[in-house]
């Protein structure tokens, strides 16, 4: 059984690719990446230019590198209507995200989107550190989100 996930937030540049990599590492620490199928996208289209999508943001870049990701090969890329069908799981980093897809794919029949946050037992978004400059605390946060859910989804596969 593979399980697909996208990762959502608004560019595409910051919160969505941190965790992409995040769970890309946490998966194959683990062993089971052939378990999964993961990617990220954006609500919008602001950091997608002549149809080709801008790296991850430096400051989100340097974050992953510090932690011994690599995301050079990222591109931002929007979310497109053919997503809700082929991942299991879409998941938003904050409120604005999950309403901007729920909105997209007609109020989410099969509940396939969700908040990062929500499998740590906190319900409330990652605030998007593009605007607050914190990008510590929006990869500690992103982390423990990416933990969680794998903490969840490793509980479900049993």
């Not at 430096?58 to 929007?78: F, I, S, T, V, W």
């Not at 979310?79 to 997209?104: F, H, S, T, V, W």
């Amino acid at each position: 059984m593979t399980i697909k996930i996208l990762f959502v937030c608004h560019g595409n540049i910051c919160r969505s690719p941190m965790a992409e990599y995040i769970f890309r590492k946490l998966v194959s620490n683990a062993g089971v990446s052939d378990q999964f199928v993961i990617a990220s996208a954006a609500t919008s289209s602001e950091e997608i230019w002549n149809g080709r999508g801008n790296p991850v943001y430096p400051a989100a870049k340097q974050k992953l590198y510090e932690h011994g990701m690599n995301c050079d090969e990222k591109r931002a890329r929007q979310i497109a209507a053919k997503d809700y069908a082929y991942y299991d799981l879409l998941i938003g980093m904050d409120e604005m995200n999950i309403r901007n897809m729920q909105k997209m794919f007609h109020n989410d029949p099969d509940r396939k989107i969700h908040l990062l946050l929500e499998y740590t037992g906190i319900f409330r978004g990652i605030s998007d550190p593009w605007y607050s400059g914190n990008f510590d605390t929006a990869y500690r946060e992103i982390e423990e989100g990416c933990i969680a859910l794998f903490e969840y989804l490793t509980n479900k596969l049993k």
